[in-house]
Structure formats: C-alpha cells, structure tokens
C-alpha cells in the first residue's frame, strides 16, 4: 500500500509559496485543458488562503487550494497528478477540509464546471449538493449536515 503523507499550509506559512511554485508548474499544467476544458487555471494556488498538500516520497502528488471566508470555505482548485488519479487523493484533500469546517461549522462551496464529471462525482460522493445547476454548477456542503473524519 502506497503512503501519502498530508500537509496544511497557510498563506503566513515559510514553505507556502516554494510549494506553490512547484505545485503550479508540475500539477497544474499537467491538468490544464483536460477533459475539453479550455480555461488556464495556472497562478491560481497563490490565491488560497489554506493549501492542503498530498505528497508521496515527498514529492507533492495533490492539492486543495481554499479560500477562508466568514460564512465557510471555498474550494478554489483541487488537482492531482495523473500518475495519482483514481487512489482516493482527492476524497482525503477534502475530507481535511471537510474536518476543519466541521470543527468550525463552516459551510464548504465549489464551483464545477459541467465537463468536470470527476469532481462533481467526487463532490456529490462526499455529500455536497447542487445548489445552482448549469454549466458553472455550484456544490455546498452545509457546516450542520456533516460530521468530520473518525
């Protein structure tokens, strides 16, 4: 069994940005323009206020990229390296934040686009629901209606 060591950094954090920037160039690139998408999504992890960072022989193999509002969270971005797709990466990135919300019962929002059919399944696996359909789908998971890990 392969092991993945998980890790939140803040924006206020020493390794913050050298982890963004390796972040941005190896995972997001890789994920750029993937199933028909055509939007850029690099640059964007320097924007989270939380990152929450998979790795694997300490190289960072994932991420979840939060923004911290008053009300919840948003989930900003969220990607994993192709070579670490489909091992339950992106379920446990969530479930940390997930954790955190619970403990703070915050609200968790993301937005989807209609293409990305992995992250709204992975989203609608863990309990959110579609607040806002269309092409830009809007997933909330209400801070009372969930509980964190055991």
Do not use: W
Not at 38 to 47: A, K, P, R
Not at 87 to 113: E, P, T
């Amino acid at each position: 069994m392969e092991e993945y060591v998980y890790l939140t950094l803040t924006r206020k954090s020493k390794e913050f940005k050298k982890i963004c920037d390796y972040l941005d160039k190896k995972i997001v690139d890789e994920n750029l323009y993937r199933n028909g998408g055509t939007l850029n999504y690099s640059g964007l992890v320097y924007e989270s206020d939380i990152l929450i960072v998979c790795f694997k022989d300490n190289v960072p193999v994932g991420f979840n990229s939060v923004i911290e509002l008053p009300e919840g969270y948003y989930i900003y971005q969220i990607a994993v390296s192709k070579d670490e797709k489909q091992k339950g990466i992106g379920k446990q990135l969530m479930q940390k934040i997930m954790d955190q919300a619970a403990a703070n019962n915050k609200d968790i929002a993301a937005h989807v686009r209609d293409y990305n059919t992995a992250s709204q399944k992975l989203f609608e696996s863990l309990g959110f629901k579609v607040e806002v359909p269309g092409s830009n789908m809007l997933f909330i998971l209400r801070g009372k209606k969930y509980s964190p890990s055991k």
